[in-house]
């Protein structure tokens, strides 16, 4: 389950992917995460998915 909150969301996603899965799609395949809603919900904090460093930056 992903955290609601959007800072801790940030966190965990980032922390997922610097640890565990070399792509975002990977991550939210993994644990069957709607892509577009993540990278939306995380756009509001003004971060975007970077795939060339694989975290939101």
Not at 14 to 34: F, I, M, Q, V
Not at 36 to 54: F, G, I, K, M, T
């Amino acid at each position: 389950m992903m955290p609601k909150d959007p800072v801790i969301l940030l966190s965990f996603v980032n922390t997922k992917l610097r640890d565990e899965y070399p792509s975002l799609s990977g991550l939210c395949a993994a644990l069957d995460a709607d892509q577009a809603a993540l990278e939306a919900a995380l756009a509001e904090l003004d971060y975007r998915y970077s795939p060339e460093r694989n975290q939101f930056v």
